[in-house]
């Protein structure tokens, strides 16, 4: 079938490139070298070329770029191979998907199948995994299922942020600070000081403002603009090692965010097509409700580590607190009371608001790994999970805007795991690595409301216990030194899903789904550590995997289960100098998603095209054979940076980045409006670096060709969407010291 040899043209494609690469860097002989990639992608610090798994990882001047003109998180999507990250949140709640599997569920309760580990405490809940990403040491993208060594549902992957950590005998740091269109700044810094041998201390701060940009045109004041915001975090470490035998390593974090919520926009697709509609203009909206967002964040860690001759002890707490309030006007219009409404028609309007209240999440792992030489590593451990919070659901009155009614949904999560690995070096050039986890994951959620419109026709209480073993076996093999080959199997697994009872449909449950998946790759340094590259193709199955059904004609939301769903594909990664100056990194990926289940169908959109068979049930459609939602077949990411030395050692610099999704489904059912198109974005800066690189200053554009799109939509009885960030202008000046 056509689709099915896409693989193999990204293959061809991706070798003629490697190809035509390698006669260009050949021409190089003097050409700079690479530093190799250190990760911990299996708990050890390796180089990334020995670990038998795909990896892409972030950092440096990249990540740098990308943070320069205030964006959050999701400036991450589509910066490595298969990952893509979206949210209806604003700057709160990223969803992740990698190799097209992750959730797209918007409850504050939603679970995710792409685990992010910050400073190795996971990051369980949505709204935490948008915590800012500065002072980083790396960014690790490690394809999954990753079920061994790592703590909650890793069976799409693990997104991993390591921050750089305090250093023993070092007095320095560096700030930063840009300046950009819609009066966006950016500043960003850390000081490492250590006040005696064996103790030293970072703080790290990131502060990033913008102004509101859309007028609301409903209420056209100055008031009623809409889209800033304010996002300001810290992060204290304190390192005590007075020996090379045992380390504690504190870390204390915050944030706090006040803005504008994810502004929903109606009907601003053009019917029979998924294109604006004619004279869009995305400094405007026309909402009759209100629009606000405000968010804190506290956590806490203390990493332990005794080293004795043979083994070392590593204990990791953690700790995490969190509330949010969102609120928004759902419809993206207005209703007035004699009836008239815009843009477009609404058919009934809806402002809602969500809030975490109460949030606790306690972590606790104990780790013993082997230390010294030998061919055998081994590493075991005990893991404990505990999370408990309230979630305030609001609706408010049409026309008046007063509070209507509430739904108070309690959830508490209650899970252990014990796990073990290994991996033994039978020869110089093989080595193999296995490892088992156990897991045990109960979950309880109650809702209480007097609201009669609450669907309770499922109940109001729900509970779930499930346990489930998940392994993984790997192997590496050296064909020459800068050469490596690798083949893994996994599995992996993520506990049930619970949903509650609400105006918008009953209490729904989604049972535990598991993850099994087959990779290949080669891994090498070419021309004498001047280049690399990583290849792989991988296939996966994921039997029983939880959806989210939103909207539809009725307007109703629930967990939905696929018997299966598959997943397979390519990625690859090149970095290279291709002269003395002119660095190059280029990535991308190619991932075909199927969701495979006859029997499952869902309700279709109530003004979009339908692209789908119908259902024996008017109004619902079968999507087996559909992709999974968000889950685009090509991504693309290219950087080049020239850099050219003056003769007082200074350097001016030219640097730019690209990246490309192709299409995407908003949601399970596949229709015309609700898709979204490929998205092409680029940036642009030029600089100057002097006195040995210790002070920076540049000009800088992100998505320079201003590309608007429609990046998410919202089923609610209209063609309501969102779209992406439009294009800003900047400068931004870095000092280090």
Not at 160 to 174: A, C, I, M, R, T
């Amino acid at each position: 079938m056509p689709h099915q040899a896409a693989p193999f043209a990204l293959t061809r494609a991706s070798l003629s490139i490697g190809l035509a690469l390698a006669a260009l860097a050949a021409q190089a002989q003097e050409a700079s070298v690479l530093a190799p990639v250190t990760v911990t992608a299996e708990r050890r610090a390796e180089n990334a070329k020995d670990v038998p798994m795909s990896i892409s990882t972030l950092g440096g001047e990249k990540l740098d770029v990308l943070n320069s003109s205030g964006e959050d998180i999701r400036m991450l999507s589509g910066r490595v191979p298969s990952l893509n990250i979206e949210s209806s949140f604003g700057r709160a709640f990223p969803r992740f998907y990698i190799r097209g599997y992750g959730n797209t569920d918007f409850h504050l309760n939603a679970s995710q199948p792409v685990s992010l580990i910050y400073d190795d405490v996971v990051q369980e809940n949505p709204i935490l995994k948008g915590f800012p990403a500065f002072d980083l040491e790396r960014i690790e993208v490690l394809a999954g299922p990753q079920g061994t060594l790592f703590g909650r549902n890793t069976p799409a992957g693990v997104v991993k942020f390591d921050s750089v950590k305090p250093q023993l005998k070092k007095n320095e740091g560096y700030g930063s600070i840009s300046y950009g269109s819609f009066g966006t700044t950016n500043v960003e810094g850390a000081w490492n000081a250590s006040a005696s041998p064996d103790f030293a201390a970072r703080v790290s701060i990131q502060s990033q403002h913008r102004d509101d940009w859309v007028d609301n045109n409903y209420r056209p004041s100055q008031t009623d603009k809409l889209e800033g915001y304010d996002d300001n975090a810290i992060r204290l470490q304190a390192l005590y090692q007075p020996s090379s035998s045992f380390s504690a390593l504190g870390n204390v974090h915050m944030r706090d965010l006040k803005g504008t919520a994810r502004l929903f926009r109606a009907n601003i697709i053009k019917k029979g097509s998924n294109d604006l509609v004619d004279g869009f203009d995305e400094k405007s909206v026309t909402i009759d409700g209100k629009n606000e967002q405000t968010l804190s964040n506290f956590g806490s860690s203390l990493r332990l580590r005794w080293a004795f001759d043979t083994v070392a002890l590593n204990s990791i707490t953690g700790f995490e607190h969190l509330y949010t309030y969102s609120r928004g006007d759902v419809d993206g219009g207005y209703l007035n009371a004699d009836g008239t409404s815009g843009p477009g028609t609404i058919f009934f309007p809806s402002e809602t608001s969500d809030a975490l209240n109460g949030h606790r999440q306690y972590s606790q792992e104990f780790r013993l790994e082997s230390l010294g030489g030998g061919p055998l590593k081994w590493q075991s451990g005990v893991y404990l999970f505990r999370e408990s919070y309230l979630i305030d659901s609001i609706s408010y009155a049409a026309i008046s805007h007063v509070y209507d009614s509430s739904v108070q949904t309690r959830q508490t999560n209650n899970a252990w795991a014990v796990f073990g690995s290994a991996n033994y070096q039978f020869t110089p050039q093989l080595n193999v690595r296995g490892g088992l986890r156990y897991t045990h994951d109960e979950k309880y959620l109650a809702t209480t409301t007097a609201d009669t419109n609450i669907d309770r026709t499922a109940g109001t209480t729900a509970d779930t216990s499930d346990s489930k073993v998940s392994w993984d076996l790997s192997g590496t093999y050296a064909l020459t030194p800068d050469l490596n080959l690798y083949a893994r199997v996994a599995t992996g697994f993520r506990a049930s899903s619970l949903q509650n009872a609400s105006a918008f449909g009953p209490q729904s449950k989604a049972g535990p789904e598991t993850n099994t998946s087959y990779e290949a790759g080669v891994k090498a340094d070419l021309w004498n550590k001047r280049a690399r590259a990583a290849f792989s193709v991988f296939h996966y199955d994921v039997k029983d995997q939880q959806l989210s059904a939103v909207g539809g004609d009725q307007n109703k939301t629930q967990l939905v289960t696929a018997k299966k769903a598959q997943g397979q594909g390519v990625e690859f990664n090149f970095d290279a100098y291709l002269t003395d100056t002119l660095l190059l990194g280029l990535n991308g990926s190619y991932n075909m998603t199927k969701i495979k289940d006859g029997d499952l169908v869902v309700a279709g959109c109530a003004q979009c095209t339908m692209n789908d068979p119908a259902g024996a049930l008017p109004g619902t459609f079968h999507i087996d054979g559909n992709p999974l939602p968000q889950a685009p077949k090509w991504i693309g990411n290219v950087t080049l940076r020239y850099g050219m030395p003056t003769a007082s050692g200074g350097e001016y610099f030219v640097y730019t980045d690209w990246a490309y999704r192709s299409k995407i489904n908003f949601f399970l059912y596949e229709s015309t409006e609700f898709t979204g198109k490929s998205l092409l974005t680029g940036g642009l800066r030029l600089g100057y670096q002097w006195a040995n690189g210790k002070y920076e200053a540049a000009v800088f554009a992100r998505n320079i060709t201003n590309e608007i799109q429609v990046v998410g939509g919202i089923d609610f009885n209209n063609l309501t969407g969102f779209i992406n960030e439009p294009r800003t202008f900047g400068a931004q000046f870095k000092a280090n010291f």
